[in-house]
């Protein structure tokens, strides 16, 4: 079953320098509140897995707690670059990253396939596509029954994944509404996880057809952290904070703004700062 911790606790026993990460979520319950967390304990060398990397992994970069990242579209959406981002691949500043690019389609698979406990994804794609030529990861194998040529990706396996939800029950079952992508993948591919939630309830109550659940024996810790999708938004709580997207360009565009900003939001601040924008949006 997995344990009920404070959001520190969950970040120290579950996630280690030179991990692979995934933070994912699709435009909504992105875990913000737990990268904050990841940022304040200083993780070091991780290799950051996401099909959508947006803010957080600027900031976690900015903050040079990554190596590399592992990725299939990346940018601020709907405004432009990750300037953190570029600075460290472009400029190695604070430090130099790695890059491994793929389409949306690969990485879904590759997330399937990780928690399937297959060391690889076969799929149809990359058919006339210019990504195998950068990245060698991409490669393919002739199926044994029609001779067809197939592309195939490295499994993503995980030694944390983090992901944010609406609910958790007492037991450490999780539920998720509205907007899913490749959380419950991501959980199921992780030899750890820690999942963040609005609330914690005695039950769920009525749920809509698209649900998704997780037991609680598939994850490692859960923390009530209201607020904690912030800037993303948590459907049937609070919208996205398009404004704060608007300004990040702003803020990540210089070092030293970049820089006090995550000074003065981030590092002296704990996650019951998130409750804020709970309260706000709701």
């Not at 950051?48 to 947006?54: E, F």
């Not at 994804?121 to 950068?134: I, S």
């Not at 749920?207 to 904690?228: E, H, Q, Y």
Request: glycine share 8%; hydrophobic share 40%; aromatic share 10%.
């Amino acid at each position: 079953m997995a344990a009920v911790l404070k959001l520190a606790e969950a970040v120290e026993e579950n996630l280690r320098d030179g991990d692979t990460v995934a933070m994912e979520g699709f435009t909504h319950l992105i875990p913000y509140a737990a990268g904050h967390e990841v940022i304040r304990q200083k993780r070091k060398d991780l290799t950051l897995i996401r099909m959508t990397p947006d803010l957080i992994y600027d900031q976690i970069i900015g903050m040079g707690g990554a190596k590399k990242m592992v990725f299939s579209w990346g940018g601020n959406p709907g405004v432009g670059s990750l300037h953190r981002f570029r600075d460290a691949y472009e400029k190695a500043w604070p430090n130099q990253i790695e890059i491994e690019e793929h389409s949306h389609a690969a990485m879904a698979n590759a997330y399937d396939a990780g928690a399937a406990g297959m060391p690889f994804a076969v799929f149809r794609g990359y058919r006339g596509a210019e990504l195998p030529r950068v990245n060698p990861n991409i490669r393919e194998v002739t199926c044994p029954y029609t001779g067809e040529k197939l592309a195939t990706v490295p499994a993503i396996s995980l030694d944390c994944a983090i992901v944010h939800a609406q609910k958790a029950d007492r037991d450490g079952n999780v539920l998720f509404e509205g907007i899913v992508g490749v959380q419950k993948e991501a959980v199921l591919s992780a030899k750890r996880s820690i999942v963040t939630v609005e609330e914690i309830v005695d039950d769920f109550g009525p749920r809509s057809p698209n649900a998704v659940m997780l037991p609680g024996w598939t994850i490692s810790a859960v923390v009530k952290v209201p607020g904690g999708a912030h800037p993303s938004y948590a459907h049937g709580y609070y919208k996205r904070d398009n404004a704060f997207y608007k300004a990040w360009d702003k803020i990540a565009r210089d070092r030293d703004s970049f820089l006090a900003w995550m000074d003065e939001n981030v590092m002296r601040k704990g996650p019951e700062a998130f409750a804020h924008f709970a309260r706000r949006a709701a």
